[in-house]
């Protein structure tokens, strides 16, 4: 059975043909702007990065409600190793801030939180922190929050291609058996729909290296908006919008 949304605004009365898209099951995003959110208030980029942990929980609590089973947010890309030392220390200190704030909330919304990427990568303080969340909410059941740190597509396809031809080697996997399901099992999001609705705040309509595999048939929704401004409203009407569309899958 299809969820609905709960708080959808529009009737069937009023647009009779519509068949509305059930609430997305996966929802994925790129949160971008926070350096040009802070430049436009003559702060320093970081101020940017600050302010955007306030949205991740605007979100999150969002989804939470709107019944989304899978949030993935793009926090780090295997490509912002290219940014300034200090701007990256900054932002490998970001996972603990937010838990600090934010955790207790985390758990009392039932969400369970998960990575995705190179995770054995990361500082060991960032490593930490995480992982202590992970470990925290491992037994809840609602939405899952996960976070791609350290997080690049063609990466992961190549460690996933490294992973099957090992275990094709080792006789484990044989070449006939292989097929698009077999090889999604290799991907970081082994076992995680792919996502229904992807999200890019910012302006820029690019993925960025982000779910390139996963996102075959993902409907895309770009925003002007910087990822700082983001709040549950605007998350709710980018979920208002996805049901709106008619999703064919190359089917008629
Ligand atoms: C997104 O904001 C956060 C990360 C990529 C880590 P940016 O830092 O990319 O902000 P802009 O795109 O420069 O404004
Ligand atoms: C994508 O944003 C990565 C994250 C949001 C974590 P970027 O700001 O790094 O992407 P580009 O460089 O504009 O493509
Ligand atoms: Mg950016």
Do not use: C
Request: net charge neutral.
């Amino acid at each position: 059975m299809s969820k609905k949304f709960p708080f959808f605004k529009r009737k069937k009365e009023e647009v009779p043909d519509l068949e509305y898209e059930a609430v997305p099951s996966h929802v994925a995003i790129i949160m971008d702007g926070n350096g040009r959110w802070a430049q436009n208030k003559g702060l320093p980029r970081v101020a940017g990065h600050k302010e955007g942990v306030h949205a991740v929980n605007r979100v999150v609590r969002a989804a939470a409600r709107a019944n989304i089973d899978i949030l993935t947010l793009y926090a780090f890309s295997t490509e912002n190793w290219k940014r300034p030392k200090s701007e990256i220390d900054y932002l490998m200190k970001l996972p603990k801030q937010f838990l600090h704030i934010y955790l207790p909330e985390i758990m009392e919304n039932n969400v369970r939180i998960e990575t995705i990427g190179e995770f054995d990568a990361l500082p060991d303080h960032t490593k930490n922190a995480v992982q202590n969340a992970i470990d925290k909410t491992a037994n809840n059941n609602g939405l899952l929050l996960n976070f791609a740190i350290n997080y690049g597509s063609r990466n992961e396809i190549m460690h996933a291609v490294k992973r099957l031809m090992n275990d094709i080697d080792s006789s484990k996997v044989t070449l006939d058996s292989l097929d698009e399901n077999l090889f999604s099992n290799y991907l970081y999001t082994n076992g995680l729909r792919d996502p229904d609705l992807l999200i890019r705040t910012s302006g820029e309509q690019r993925l960025s290296n982000f779910l390139l595999w996963q996102s075959a048939y993902t409907e895309f929704w770009f925003t002007d908006t910087l990822w700082p401004d983001v709040d549950e409203a605007f998350f709710y009407q980018a979920i208002e919008e996805y049901q709106l569309r008619k999703r064919r899958f190359g089917g008629l």
